[in-house]
C-alpha cells in the first residue's frame, strides 16, 4: 500500500527552526518527483518547494526564499523541509506529495499521491 506519511510538526516560536519529515513506504521515492506545499485557513493550497528526480529543487516562493530548503534521502525513501527562522505567517498544515514522472510542477493538482499533513504553528 502506497504511503506518504508526514512528521516533525508542531509548535514553535518565531524565529525558530523546524525539520518536517515525510518517509515514503509501498514503493521507492527514486523516480518522483517529491514537493511540500502547505495551506493556511482560508487560504488556497501554495507550493512550498520541490525537487526533483535528479535532486535539483525548485525555487522557493518569496516569502520563504532563504528560509526553507529541501532535500531528498533516496536511501532511506524520505523527502525533507529544514524550515528556519520562521515566522507567523508560515503557520499551515504542510503537505508531502509525489508526482510521477520525477519532474516538479507548480500547481498541486499535477501530483498523484498525497500525505495526511502535519499542523506547524509559529506563535509566540
Known amino acids: 500500500q502506497l504511503q506518504l506519511v508526514e512528521s516533525g510538526g508542531g509548535l514553535v516560536q518565531p524565529g525558530g527552526s523546524l525539520r518536517l519529515s515525510c518517509a515514503a513506504s509501498?514503493?521507492?521515492?527514486?523516480?518522483?518527483?517529491i514537493a511540500w506545499f502547505r495551506q493556511a485557513p482560508g487560504k488556497e493550497r501554495e507550493e512550498v518547494l520541490c525537487?526533483?528526480?535528479?535532486?535539483?529543487?525548485?525555487n522557493a516562493a518569496d516569502a520563504m526564499k532563504g528560509r526553507f530548503t529541501i532535500s531528498r534521502d533516496n536511501a532511506k525513501n524520505t523527502v525533507y523541509l529544514q524550515m528556519n527562522n520562521v515566522i507567523p505567517e508560515d503557520t499551515a498544515i504542510y503537505y508531502c506529495?509525489?508526482?510521477?514522472?520525477?519532474?516538479?510542477?507548480?500547481?498541486?493538482?499535477?501530483?498523484?499521491?498525497w500525505g495526511q499533513g502535519t499542523q506547524v504553528t509559529v506563535s509566540s
Open positions: 525537487v526533483n528526480q535528479l535532486g535539483d529543487s525548485t
Open positions: 509501498g514503493f521507492s521515492l527514486n523516480y518522483y518527483a
Open positions: 506529495t509525489v508526482r510521477r514522472g520525477g519532474w516538479c510542477r507548480r500547481s498541486w493538482d499535477e501530483y498523484d499521491y
